[in-house]
């Protein structure tokens, strides 16, 4: 009983981490400044993206 226990408490942890990984994944627009940059593994350099980032945020002017 308490080897199904620790299994299935193992798989109840991965996913919540799992979750947390792809909830961590900002989304950009299609074709948008921040899009560009974050394909080249850069961050966009417009002002209000730069402020938006500094917030943990998407940039609402760019990535409507």
Known sequence: MKTLTSILSIIAMT???TTGAFAADKKY???GCC???H?????CAHPCCVTAEKDNKVCEKCNK
């Open 15 to 17: 996913g919540a981490l």
């Open 29 to 31: 627009k299609e074709g």
């Open 35 to 37: 899009d560009k940059a």
């Open 39 to 43: 394909k080249k593994s850069e961050k």
